[in-house]
C-alpha cells in the first residue's frame, strides 16, 4: 500500500473517532450546564475547553453558547468537530482508490449536510447537532467494518480509531478527576462514553469513581475502554509490523503500545483512583508518542540513496 493512502486511512480513522467522542464529551457537558443551576458556567466551560485541547478566547464570556461555538461549529479551526469532519472527507477524497464508495459517500455526505445540521441545533438546541455527528460517525464505523476489505489498510483504519479512542477516553476521566469518589459526575463519563448500560449491568448499579475508573480503564470486554483499545490497536499495528527478528525486537511503536497495554493488565485497580492524574497523563503522552511513531515509521519514508560523483572526485585527488 502506498504510504499516502495509508497515511490517509490512519488519519480518517483518528479524525471520525475525535469528532464523534468530542460531541459526545460536549453532549453531556452541555446538558449539565443548561440543567443545573448550581454549577459554575463559567469555570466548568473553561474547563471542559482546556480538556478537550482548546485555550478559551481572552475576551470571550464563558457560556454554553462560546463552547459550543468554538468547539462544534467554528469552521475556521481545523480541531472543532466542523473541521474534523472535513479533514476526515479530504483524506477520504485522497484515498478513493482503497476505500469502498458507500465509506467516501458516507463522510461526504455528512459534510454536506453540516450546514443543516447546524441551523436545526440553533433553532432546537446543540443536541441536535451532537446527536447527528454521532449517529453519522457511528454509520461510518459500520460501513468501514462490512465494506472495506480486512487488509493493511482497514489495519491502518483501525489503529488510528483506536489511539485516538484512548486519547479521548482519558480526556473524559481527566474531566472528572477532582471530583468527589461518590460525585454523581461519575455517571457523566459513563454516558458520554456510551458505557452507563454496560457498567450498571456488569457493576449491579453499584456507582462510585473507583468501579467507574477501574472500568473505562481495565475492562477486558467493553470496546471503549482504554485497554480493549490498546490491546486493538496493538494487535492491528502487529499486522502491520514486517520487520520483526529473533529476538522479538519490533517498531517503536509496537513497544509503546505493549508497554502501556501490560502496566494497565498488572495494575492494582485499588491504586489507580489515588494517583488517577499521573496514570492519565502518561496514557496521553504515550498516545503521542505513537502518534509520532507511526509517521516516522510507516508514512514519512527515506528519500531513495543518490548517486553522486564525490568518491570520484576524491579519487581525482
Known amino acids: 500500500m502506498l504510504s499516502r493512502n495509508a497515511e490517509s486511512l490512519y488519519w480518517i480513522g483518528r479524525y471520525t473517532e475525535r469528532a464523534d467522542d468530542m460531541s459526545r464529551i460536549l453532549d453531556v457537558a452541555v446538558h449539565q450546564l443548561l440543567e443545573d443551576p448550581t454549577i459554575d458556567v463559567a469555570a466548568s466551560v473553561e474547563h471542559v475547553t482546556r480538556v478537550l485541547g482548546f485555550v478559551p478566547a481572552d475576551d470571550d464570556p464563558r457560556t454554553v453558547w462560546s463552547l459550543t461555538e468554538q468547539i462544534a461549529y467554528d469552521r475556521t479551526d481545523p480541531r472543532s468537530i466542523v473541521g474534523l469532519i472535513g479533514a476526515a472527507r479530504e483524506n477520504a477524497r485522497g484515498a478513493r482508490e482503497v476505500i469502498s464508495s458507500e465509506m467516501w459517500e458516507s463522510l461526504n455526505q455528512t459534510f454536506n449536510s ?120 496493538e494487535r492491528n499495528l502487529s499486522e502491520l509490523d514486517r520487520t520483526p527478528d529473533r529476538v522479538g525486537a519490533q517498531s517503536r511503536a509496537l513497544t509503546l503500545l505493549g508497554r502501556a497495554r501490560s502496566s494497565l493488565e498488572f495494575v492494582d485497580a485499588s491504586s489507580l483512583t489515588s494517583d488517577l492524574a499521573s496514570h492519565l497523563s502518561l496514557l496521553q503522552d504515550t498516545c503521542r508518542a505513537v502518534s509520532e511513531s507511526i509517521s516516522a515509521e510507516h508514512f514519512h519514508t527515506s528519500p531513495y540513496v543518490s548517486w553522486t560523483d564525490a568518491s570520484l572526485a576524491l579519487e581525482a585527488r
Open 114 to 233: 453540516l450546514g443543516d445540521a447546524e441551523r436545526r441545533a440553533r433553532r432546537l438546541g446543540p443536541h441536535e447537532f451532537f446527536s447527528f455527528i454521532k449517529a453519522r460517525t457511528a454509520m461510518f464505523a459500520g460501513l468501514s467494518d462490512a465494506t472495506l476489505s480486512h487488509d493493511d489498510g482497514y489495519s491502518y483504519l483501525l489503529v488510528g480509531r483506536s489511539v485516538e479512542r484512548v486519547d479521548m477516553i482519558v480526556r473524559m476521566l481527566h474531566s472528572r478527576s477532582g471530583a468527589g469518589v461518590d460525585s454523581p459526575s461519575w455517571m457523566s463519563v459513563l454516558i458520554a462514553a456510551g458505557a452507563q448500560d454496560t457498567y450498571i449491568r456488569s457493576q449491579r448499579g453499584s456507582l462510585d469513581a473507583e468501579r467507574v475508573v477501574e472500568f473505562m480503564l481495565l475492562d477486558r470486554l467493553f470496546p471503549r475502554s482504554v485497554f480493549h483499545s490498546l490491546r486493538s490497536a
